[in-house]
């Protein structure tokens, strides 16, 4: 519905130009990569709100890594922030019992901050092609990477979340998370889990904003939480656990941007757009809240 | 009562008359009449699925009827909604109660319409002051300064009912309400209900239990398929009767259930002194092949502390539990899993299912590992399972794919129990399996119990109901302040006196004297507390 009121208002701007679509799933990938993990996360029972500011943080390592010692190490840097964090959140959570929400939104901080320290607040720029087109830059024929990256990635979390035993298992422990431990379920470690995995997706986000920018930048992913949550719970996820689908959470990131997209197009304002943004996202969500 | 009704007597409190509801295509209600007067304690009886909660919840204006006409206290309520039947006086005390744990008695006697000072302000002190005088002038013994939170249930639902009295209720409706509560809890429910019936209130009471009825209903209504069975006074409705309308058979109920003797093997759990960390205390127990031992005993007298620690939810202090003679660690409830132990527990609605998810998930829960390979689900195995388990307990379901809250408390109940038997174990627990269920569902739960035990599982059974032990167990523990304190042989409470094959009377007999060992094990426990200071 979104898509046809753009398509109509925005004919003459270009909006369904192939190369506009494209775009729109250039500018949407990463948001789709962080939610597919925030699926999980969210119907688990939990939530992420480091996701964005994390993306930043392995942007910026993983360019300074790239700069000392290549695309391997880059690559191995950047994932190993998400899970360095992952695991921070996952023990701070379930170890000592502090809810996510409190637990991640104060990596909110730490992680933007950590990213402006070790920058000085620059842009870190990656020079090294290979990377910048298998991260965020590059095409096949005029299919991009990054929807490449998308789909496999949604293809994967799909079949984990609907056909393994720890899709079932994350389930279960948002669904009744006494009922589950009742049942042998070690929700702990199931939470420890999907908090780590939303990291290390987040980390991947920021380094395909990093190669699709030939830059790592402390700026990259900040305040894409926002957009993350709100593309999972339009694709059907509930935010109190127990219920989620990644292909949902996929149609819910294409959707957001849509949005962002348009409002672009329509020449609004930075200031309104955010204004804007957030107006219709709240109204998709509480529509889709309606419907369950 | 009948057709001669008397004209010139005050308006009856409830007249319901020919109220049908449909819900897509299950009717629910086929014009059902129920009338209730003013000063009587009105039981309201049927299976799960008789329309017992749909007629309430038509009264009490959440649902409004396709057909019907409804009068409460002399007043037509022409547009049914919660709040007119508020207006006219219909109070509902929930089995989950709406009190806020965080504010006081008072605070929430008055939540809504609180005293307020000149300044618009609000007035604890004398909302207190009200509220005191409300519980002396009901006698009843609650403090209102006290917080809901630090309360216990009995207290809690007390306070409820006050709460709803002093909105000028006329027509009270209590679903399952001792079901949280002690024997001294229900004595003192029951003490306020007649008081309350003195004073002119309706009292329709809805509960599973019998025993209950019979003490304190003066007239019963009866409810099948949806449908009106008999309205007649308690004198004319002894318990095989009312038990008989119910299930609309002959014999079903517990006194039914054969008790032939099953041969004992070696022993599979047994604990030696084991302790919680604060309950359980020092208790030894031996489970054998084939037998059931029942766990008898007052609310928190430790029996579900005591199951939560075999099936590794609560850690074990001190002490040993022995499987088959192999002393194990149980630190998890995935050790106890490993074990082959199962707990059945008692808040079926938090820690036994999950109610958004379907049936086969449910059952398929604690199997995962066997319904798959290398991490991958398989839906045919998980279907294999969820379809033996639904026709092996006869669970009723439109089918596996439907989430589990939309069944029946009963049929909720055998998807924990299928749960726990798909993953085979040889030692079951079962804490309080048919609180909350109807008297069909619960034999049914107790013949499996039996059957299970002919099968060769040791099985441990916690219940308050003390015919449905003295029915399952071959053996029962008397439990107080955690500590097991008696233990009897099923046959040692038997009457010599009694014809064997009577077995209404034997089990009559036998409660009492189980009764009495319970009452005498708390006295015992109270002077143990003398001597160890």
Redesign the interface.
């Known amino acids: 519905m979104i898509f046809a009121i753009f398509a109509l208002t925005l004919n003459d701007k270009g909006f369904l130009n192939p190369n506009n679509l494209l775009n729109i799933v250039r500018q949407t990938a990463m948001i789709a990569v962080m939610a597919i993990a925030m699926t999980f996360v969210l119907s688990s029972g939990e939530i992420d709100l480091s996701v964005g500011a994390v993306a930043g943080l392995a942007s910026v390592t993983a360019a300074m890594a790239i700069a000392a010692g290549g695309i391997f190490f880059g690559v191995a840097a950047g994932l190993a922030t998400g899970i360095a964090v992952g695991v921070f959140n996952g023990l701070l959570t379930t170890r000592i019992g502090i809810p996510s929400f409190l637990t991640t939104l104060a990596m909110m901080g730490i992680a933007k901050g950590v990213a402006m320290w070790i920058s000085g607040t620059a842009a870190v720029p990656i020079i090294n092609p290979g990377y910048s087109w298998l991260f965020g830059g590059g095409s096949i024929g005029i299919v991009p990477v990054l929807l490449l990256w998308m789909l496999g990635l949604g293809a994967v979390g799909h079949f984990v979340l609907k056909?393994?035993?720890?899709?079932?298992?994350v389930?279960?422990t948002g669904?009744?998370e006494?009922?589950?431990?009742?049942?042998?379920?070690?929700t702990s470690s199931v939470k420890f889990r999907v908090l780590v995995i939303s990291s290390m997706a987040a980390a991947l986000a920021g380094m395909l904003y990093a190669g699709r920018l030939q830059s790592g930048r402390f700026q990259l992913g900040e305040g894409d939480e926002l957009s993350v949550i709100a593309a999972a719970v339009l694709g059907g996820t509930s935010l109190f656990g127990?219920?989620g689908t990644v292909i949902g959470t996929i149609v819910g990131a294409l959707m957001i941007g849509l949005i962002n997209n348009g409002l672009i197009l329509m020449g609004l304002e930075f200031s309104q757009q955010l204004i804007a943004r957030g107006g219709i996202i709240i109204l998709a969500v509480a529509l889709s809240q309606k419907r369950n | 009562m009948g057709k001669g009704e008397d004209v010139t007597a005050a308006p009856q409190a409830v007249v319901m008359r020919g109220i049908a509801k449909q819900f897509g295509g299950v009717r629910a209600l086929a014009g059902v009449d129920f009338e209730v007067e003013a000063g009587e304690v009105h039981a309201l009886l049927g299976g799960n699925g008789a329309g017992k909660s749909t007629i309430l919840k038509v009264l009490n204006g959440v649902h409004a009827p396709d057909a019907g006409t409804i009068e409460i206290c002399g007043q037509r309520i022409t547009h049914p909604s919660p709040e007119a039947a508020r207006q006219a006086g219909v109070a509902m005390i929930f089995q989950e109660m709406s009190l806020v744990p965080s504010l006081s008695v008072a605070q929430n006697v008055f939540l809504t319409r609180e005293t307020k000072t000149g300044l618009g302000l609000i007035d604890d002190r004398t909302a207190e002051k009200k509220a005191r005088a409300l519980f002396e002038m009901l006698e009843v013994d609650v403090n209102p300064r006290a917080l809901v939170a630090d309360l216990g249930a009995g207290q809690r639902q007390l306070t409820e009912i006050v709460k709803a009295i002093s909105q000028e209720a006329r027509v009270l409706v209590l679903d399952e309400p001792s079901t949280a509560l002690s024997v001294s809890d229900v004595e003192r429910l029951f003490t306020f209900l007649r008081k309350l019936k003195d004073r002119g209130v309706a009292i329709i009471y809805v509960s599973h239990r019998m025993d209950e009825i019979a003490r304190i209903a003066d007239r019963a209504t009866i409810l099948r398929d949806g449908r009106h069975v008999i309205t007649a006074p308690l004198s004319e409705l002894p318990i095989d009767t009312m038990i008989e309308h119910i299930v609309g058979k002959r014999s079903r109920g517990l006194s039914d259930v054969a008790r032939e003797q099953v041969e004992i093997g070696e022993p599979l759990l047994e604990l030696v002194s084991v302790s919680g960390r604060h309950k359980p205390c020092d208790v030894s127990l031996t489970v054998h092949r084939g037998e059931v031992v029942g766990l008898a005993g007052l609310l928190g007298s430790g029996r579900s502390s005591l199951a939560r620690v075999i099936a590794g939810i609560e850690p074990s202090t001190a002490g040993e539990i022995k499987v088959a003679g192999t002393p194990i660690e149980i630190r998890s409830p995935r050790d106890a899993i490993g074990a082959r132990i199962a707990l059945v527990p008692e808040a079926r609605a938090t820690q036994g299912i999950i109610a958004t998810h379907s049936v086969a998930a449910n059952l398929s829960m604690a199997v995962l590992d066997r319904v798959s390979s290398s991490g991958v689900v398989s839906r045919r195995a998980v279907e294999e399972v969820a379809d033996h388990q639904i026709e092996r307990l006869a669970i009723k379901t439109a089918s596996r794919d439907h989430a589990v809250g939309t069944l029946s408390g009963g049929n909720q109940q055998k998807v924990v129990i299928g749960k726990w038997l798909a993953a085979d174990p040889d030692i079951l627990v079962l804490d309080e399996p048919t609180a909350g269920i109807d008297i069909g569902s619960k034999s049914e739960i107790i013949r499996l119990v039996r059957e299970l035990a002919r099968a060769g599982k040791a099985i441990v059974m916690i219940s308050s109901e003390l015919s449905e032990l003295l029915t399952a167990c071959d053996r029962i523990l008397v439990m107080s302040e955690g500590r097991a304190v008696s233990s009897f042989a099923r046959h040692d409470l038997d009457d010599p006196d009694l014809p064997a094959d009577d077995t209404m009377h034997q089990l009559q007999s036998a409660e009492q004297k189980l009764q009495f060992h319970i009452q005498e094990a708390l006295k015992h426990q109270g002077v143990r507390h003398v001597h160890q200071r």
């Open positions: 056909r393994t035993t720890f899709g079932r298992r389930l279960a669904g009744g006494t009922a589950a431990r009742y049942s042998g379920i070690d127990g219920y």
